[in-house]
């Protein structure tokens, strides 16, 4: 079963403009971090916000949690072609943790 | 460091046929994990492993068995594999827990293209 839920599935800008796509989760959650995937490629780490905390910054990443919604977000500014990929939430339980299945973000020239 | 590598990076099998994938990582993590994933879908876990001869079952762990006889290493194994296993498989490590959550962070092989016909 899922845990974290994106949104948009899908989402399309231009280069330079922000992107911000959604996760939603159903349990307490330790923390929640937040993946990217190039096509045919792992995943690879981009972020972590631990439960007590409500906004972290990275680059140009910024996440938010608000674990009172069970929600967060990942705001990517100025995107660029590079950016080009699936991004996925994860939230940690025992143990492991719990991917959910991601939104695919294309950036146009 | 060579972070995580998967052997092989491609497989064709037939239904029936058998084949262990391996995983190694050289960061010293105490936990080492597999997943599948699907097109147009996130990874399920299918069996992960908190530390060197344990292992412990994921969301999907039917048809699959595993071992982690090595710390550095963790095999996945198909006995007899089937259509429905046709899949790209992530190998992942983390640290462990007690970071305050740092150690959570998992750190991805480039997967392993499985088909079977």
């Known amino acids: 079963s899922q845990q974290g839920e994106e949104d948009p599935q899908a989402l399309s800008i231009q280069e330079g403009e922000n992107a911000t796509m959604n996760c939603s989760y159903k349990t307490s959650i330790n923390n929640l971090q937040w993946y990217r995937q190039n096509s045919g490629r792992g995943l690879v780490h981009l972020i972590l916000i631990r439960s007590n905390e409500r906004e972290k910054h990275s680059g140009r990443l910024r996440v938010t949690l608000d674990t009172s919604k069970k929600s967060s977000s990942l705001l990517i500014t100025a995107s660029r072609a590079a950016d080009t990929a699936s991004y996925f939430c994860?939230?940690?339980?025992?143990?492991?943790?719990?991917f959910g299945q991601g939104t695919r973000l294309t950036i146009n020239p | 460091n060579a972070g995580v590598t998967q052997t092989p990076k491609f497989r064709v099998l037939k239904t029936g046929q058998s084949m262990t994938l391996l995983c190694a990582q050289d960061?010293?993590?105490?936990?080492m994990y597999w997943y599948r994933q699907d097109p147009g879908m996130g990874l399920r876990l299918i069996h992960y492993?908190?530390?060197?001869?344990?292992?412990a079952k994921g969301e999907v762990p039917d048809g699959y068995n595993v071992s982690r006889l090595k710390k550095q290493n963790f095999l996945l194994g198909l006995e007899s594999a089937a259509p429905s296993q046709t899949s790209v498989y992530f190998c992942?490590?983390?640290?462990?827990?007690?970071?305050?959550?740092?150690?959570?962070?998992?750190?991805f092989g480039p997967g392993t293209r499985l088909t079977v016909l």
């Open positions: 492993s908190v530390g060197e001869g344990t292992t």
């Open positions: 994860a939230t940690g339980g025992a143990q492991k943790l719990v």
């Open positions: 992942a490590s983390s640290l462990h827990r007690g970071l305050a959550g740092e150690g959570d962070t998992q750190y």
């Open positions: 960061m010293n993590h105490e936990y």
